[in-house]
């Protein structure tokens, strides 16, 4: 029963200290291990100590997978070489240059000691990346970069560390460097290939499965399964959790019925956010006991505060050396994709600062051998680290990137590259629909047609504004919205007389369900849009958009088509060929694209204020 309550009294604490830091607008990780840290010294609070066996295998598979799941592995790929660097080349500069300071302050600890805390406090985290980058807005390409650095990191710090180690149990120098460096492309190699065993044998199995709660199940088993298979044969279960949840999270499209996805995108949503926040929660439960350690420590206190200090200062420092020198292959000198300049030096900076430790640097450093001398003081600098780089750069992160102007995703971007992709896929469609060979005398074809048209026409709508009046798709939602309410009512009334059976009644309420859901993301994505109206220029370009300059109206703002015949128009666009304002498609008579089957002028732009995009006819691409 203790056990128990104590399980629930931490998932209570973890939900509702979550809840407030979203309620004031921080990252939660910091006031977790803020509150854990408190509590630690709560009466009636017991003693936790994290084994590095709970985390290294109870927690780290679930959190990188969840991970690895979510990370798009085309961007992955287009950033695998400063991935790499960050990954391999910084955890291995780290490594060296805080055994450098640890042995100058403590050389009584010895090289092999001193290295083996240089490796458990060189990798940062992933779930601190991911979860204090997303929540302040960082640009994607470095939440990717960092993300993508925090999956792999610990495979080269663990096997550093695990080199380390050896040494020290038997009292001998350290391995040479190519030694290391073999030990390590043996563990990334063969995770690699029990990665992808794997993904080939789950993959091989989703042919066969449509259940949905039986894929689930397998999904939760894979990373368990991917981590114990690669270090049993002395590989990396990092590397092969990682390439497995890369691989099956590209490859769920296909291989996954589209109930599977959303089952397992929601369980692990779930799984992550109860596991990451818990994790920074069991961070600052280790503070009191770890005092008490050091506390009977032989060395000074002065020395003891030192050499934490000095390596928390280190691991900033020597992250910093690394990336600005490797600028030029770390950050690529050509324009971005995203935004057509080059990056600027500041999104090094965020990057070089963004290096929060975690509950792997804290786990890794209990590994360490009671044997080694003042350990005690070893794991002090562990927690040092993890909390001070957490509170330093966690708190910090944030203002740094609004001072130094970094422009977080943009809302109105998403939005005009989302309604794009539909009008792509809608393109397909029609031209699957028209190759369809099938009698139709109830006229399915033009129902479908329409229904995709009002799916693109909502997508497009959010991209304009109304002059405060509620635009068409907002007066859909609202209405529909209580509408689905009455709907609901009246089917929970039927289930309260016991004449429908169960089952039919809890599916009639997930069809509704699901329908208001779609209906609530969509609101979220028209306010996000209202919210950010700044434009930048983004998407893909054809011979007809890079011949066509951008060109601002002469005339009034008004689809003078409409002005005619009395009616009304939700936004406005403009022919770049002619300048003939007319209405978009989410009008009621779509003058702007009747203009272009008349004239075939391919090319207009929006009018509408703040927004300067264009979009292709032909080509349906926007630039």
């Not at 695998?80 to 240059?97: D, K, N």
């Not at 240089?118 to 939440?143: K, Q, W």
Request: net charge negative.
């Amino acid at each position: 029963m203790e056990i128990a309550f104590l399980l629930v009294a931490i998932a209570v604490t973890v939900l509702t200290v979550t809840a407030i830091a979203g309620r004031i607008g921080i990252a939660a990780p910091i006031p977790l291990i803020l509150v854990g840290w408190v509590g630690s010294y709560l009466p009636g609070v017991p003693t936790i100590h994290l084994e590095p066996e709970v985390v290294l295998l109870g927690l780290l598979p679930p959190l990188l997978y969840a991970a690895a799941l979510s990370t798009s592995l085309v961007d992955f790929n287009a950033n695998r070489r400063p991935i790499l660097l960050l990954s391999v080349g910084l955890v291995a500069f780290t490594t060296v240059g805080v055994a450098v300071v640890v042995h100058e302050i403590l050389p009584e600890v010895g090289w092999a000691a001193a290295f083996a805390i240089g490796a458990v406090v060189a990798p940062p985290d992933a779930v601190a990346a991911t979860a204090i980058g997303r929540r302040i807005g960082l640009p994607r390409r470095i939440v990717t970069i960092l993300e993508g650095e925090s999956l792999l990191n610990d495979a080269t710090a663990l096997v550093a560390l695990r080199t380390a180690i050896a040494a020290a149990g038997t009292a001998g120098a350290m391995a040479p460097a190519w030694e290391v460096g073999v030990d390590f492309a043996l563990a990334a190699g063969g995770g690699l290939v029990v990665g992808i065993a794997g993904f080939l044998l789950v993959a091989k199995m989703r042919k066969h499965v449509t259940d949905p709660v039986l894929d689930t199940g397998i999904s939760l088993v894979v990373p368990f399964a991917t981590f114990i298979a690669a270090e049993e044969i002395h590989a990396s279960g990092v590397v092969a959790v990682v390439v497995a949840g890369l691989l099956l999270g590209h490859k769920a499209p296909i291989l996954q019925t589209a109930q599977s996805r959303i089952a397992e995108r929601m369980n692990w949503r779930t799984l992550a956010f109860m596991l990451e926040n818990t994790v920074f929660l069991l961070i600052g439960l280790q503070a009191h006991w770890l005092v008490d350690d050091v506390r009977a420590s032989t060395l000074p206190t002065g020395t003891i505060v030192g050499v934490c200090l000095a390596t928390l200062v280190a691991v900033v420092v020597l992250r910093m050396a690394w990336v600005f020198p490797v600028r030029y292959l770390l950050i690529r000198p050509g324009p971005d994709p995203a935004t057509g300049r080059p990056p600027p030096a500041s999104y090094t900076f965020l990057i070089g600062w963004a290096g929060m430790r975690g509950v792997v640097t804290l786990a890794a450093a209990f590994i360490i051998p009671d044997t080694v001398p003042h350990r005690e003081v070893l794991l002090m600098i562990a927690f040092t680290v993890v909390a001070g780089t957490l509170l330093l750069q966690g708190l910090s992160l944030g203002w740094l990137a609004r001072r130094l102007n970094v422009p977080a995703p943009d809302p109105m971007d998403d939005a005009l590259a989302r309604a794009t992709l539909l009008q792509q896929a809608s393109k397909a469609s029609h031209k699957v629909l028209a190759e369809l060979k099938a009698d139709d005398p109830y006229g399915v074809a033009d129902l479908i047609r329409q229904r995709i048209e009002q799916r693109n026409f909502a997508a497009w709508e959010r991209l304009g504004t109304t002059a405060g009046e509620e635009s068409p798709a907002a007066l859909y939602a609202r209405v529909r919205e209580e509408m689905i309410e009455a709907e609901r009512r009246r089917v929970l009334e039927i289930r309260s007389t016991g004449s429908v059976p169960s089952e039919v009644v809890s599916d009639v309420l997930a069809m509704l369900d699901i329908e208001e859901s779609m209906l609530d993301a969509a609101e979220q994505e028209r306010a996000d849009v209202e919210a950010e109206r700044v434009r930048r220029p983004v998407g893909q370009a054809c011979d007809h958009l890079l011949s066509t300059p951008l060109a601002d109206p002469a005339g009034e703002l008004e689809c003078g088509a409409c002005l005619a015949i009395g009616s009304r128009w939700v936004a406005l666009r403009m022919c770049l060929a002619c300048g003939e304002i007319g209405c978009c498609d989410s009008s009621p008579n779509r003058h702007a694209s009747a203009h272009f089957h008349e004239s075939t002028h391919p090319v207009m732009r929006s009018v509408e204020p703040g927004e300067d995009w264009r979009w292709c006819f032909v080509h349906h691409l926007t630039a």
